[in-house]
């Protein structure tokens, strides 16, 4: 491998991509409170109703840390299509297999011309419904690459954090199946960990990235409870709600005047002033014209005056 691969660099480019723009922590806040309401008003099924006992706020952060979580994985994909392609020669990651469409973590094709196809999760810990529809993708990726390139391919599933193993069992006895009745089209392993870079890669590749990781992650880190409890939604100070919404017309008026958003308001909102700051900017003369603005006019009215 180069020797000249920046592990640091790559992670934290991989890092801006996915997770937050910038390492300074008041564009990390920003973002955050950004996220938030973007949640509110875009997913809102996911944070209220009925059945659900947190309240809107602790339930605004358990999705904003899964939504995170999955961003992570993403980043991840990015950073070792990095680090791989010191190694290999990265292909198209796009494939078309039986009419439908495939997207490969990894896929490079190596010095031997054989193809090396990576499938890539953080943790083998989801629910043990997920497991089979797991297995089948990849092996019609597997049975796909082998249509498309016509050479033998090296398939691996691989969970990056070795940690967890809910279902190695299972895959070992689908993957050693699989290559019994394929033998001559493909050979598949199952990994966990390291080892896997370090033998594409070299043996301290994987302590590299660990070391880099745990360094450029610090960068990153950020109290998501922390600031959606503190950040006064209802004055705005860094006016991050307030240029989103006037930006998103149409979406906004449920937050600010259905029912179903009366305990979001309560939380997020509980003096009225966003409401108020927008009714100022929508009656405004140059704004006022708009359908979007007569109809946030007259809710307010109806809501909040009469």
Same mark, same amino acid.
């Given at each position: 491998?180069?020797m000249s691969?920046?592990?640091k660099? &790559?992670l934290k480019?991989a890092?801006?991509n996915?997770i937050?723009s !910038?390492?300074?922590?008041s %564009? %990390?806040?920003k973002?955050?409170i950004?996220?938030?309401?973007m949640a509110?008003?875009?997913?809102?099924?996911?944070i209220?109703g009925?059945?659900?006992?947190q309240?809107?706020?602790?339930?605004?952060?358990q999705?904003l840390?899964?939504?995170?979580e999955i961003?992570?994985g993403d980043?991840l994909?990015?950073f070792f299509?990095?680090l791989l392609?010191?190694k290999?020669?990265?292909? /198209?990651?796009? *494939?078309?297999?039986l009419?439908?469409?495939y997207?490969?973590?990894?896929?490079?094709?190596q010095?031997?011309g054989?193809v090396?196809?990576i499938?890539q999760?953080i943790?083998? /810990?989801?629910?043990?419904?997920k497991k089979t529809?797991? $297995?089948?993708?990849?092996e019609?990726?597997i049975?796909?690459l082998?249509?498309?390139y016509k $050479?033998?391919i090296?398939a691996y599933?691989?969970f990056i954090?070795d940690n967890?193993?809910?279902?190695?069992v299972y895959?070992q006895q689908?993957i /050693?199946d699989f290559?019994s009745?394929?033998?001559? *089209?493909?050979t &598949?392993?199952?990994?966990?960990?390291?080892p896997? *870079?370090?033998?594409l890669?070299?043996?301290?590749t994987? /302590?590299n990235?660990?070391q880099?990781?745990e360094?450029?992650?610090?960068?990153?880190? &950020?109290d %998501?409870?922390s600031i959606?409890?503190n950040?006064?939604f209802?004055?705005?100070?860094s006016? $991050?709600i307030?240029?989103y *919404?006037?930006?998103?017309?149409k979406?906004?008026m449920g937050l600010f005047f259905?029912? !179903?958003?009366?305990?979001?308001?309560e939380?997020?909102?509980?003096?009225?002033?966003?409401a108020?700051k927008?009714y100022?900017?929508?009656?405004e003369?140059?704004h006022?014209?708009?359908?979007?603005?007569r109809?946030?006019?007259q809710?307010?009215?109806?809501?909040?005056?009469?």
């Amino acid at each position: 491998m180069k020797m000249s691969f920046d592990y640091k660099k &790559s992670l934290k480019k991989a890092f801006q991509n996915h997770i937050f723009s !910038s390492d300074d922590k008041s %564009i %990390i806040e920003k973002e955050i409170i950004r996220l938030s309401i973007m949640a509110l008003v875009e997913k809102p099924e996911k944070i209220i109703g009925f059945l659900r006992f947190q309240s809107p706020k602790q339930k605004l952060v358990q999705f904003l840390t899964q939504s995170l979580e999955i961003k992570t994985g993403d980043m991840l994909e990015e950073f070792f299509t990095d680090l791989l392609s010191t190694k290999f020669t990265a292909q /198209d990651k796009y *494939i078309t297999y039986l009419g439908k469409n495939y997207k490969c973590d990894q896929l490079f094709l190596q010095k031997n011309g054989e193809v090396l196809f990576i499938e890539q999760k953080i943790r083998d /810990d989801h629910d043990t419904t997920k497991k089979t529809g797991q $297995v089948d993708n990849f092996e019609t990726k597997i049975l796909g690459l082998a249509s498309k390139y016509k $050479v033998h391919i090296n398939a691996y599933e691989w969970f990056i954090d070795d940690n967890f193993k809910k279902h190695e069992v299972y895959y070992q006895q689908c993957i /050693d199946d699989f290559n019994s009745k394929n033998a001559s *089209i493909c050979t &598949s392993y199952l990994k966990y960990g390291g080892p896997i *870079i370090n033998d594409l890669c070299g043996v301290e590749t994987w /302590d590299n990235f660990v070391q880099a990781y745990e360094e450029t992650k610090v960068d990153y880190v &950020s109290d %998501i409870p922390s600031i959606i409890n503190n950040y006064d939604f209802d004055n705005d100070p860094s006016s $991050v709600i307030f240029d989103y *919404i006037i930006h998103k017309r149409k979406e906004n008026m449920g937050l600010f005047f259905s029912e !179903s958003f009366k305990k979001v308001r309560e939380e997020f909102f509980p003096s009225n002033k966003m409401a108020e700051k927008l009714y100022n900017y929508f009656s405004e003369k140059k704004h006022s014209k708009s359908k979007t603005a007569r109809l946030f006019v007259q809710q307010y009215h109806q809501v909040y005056i009469t």
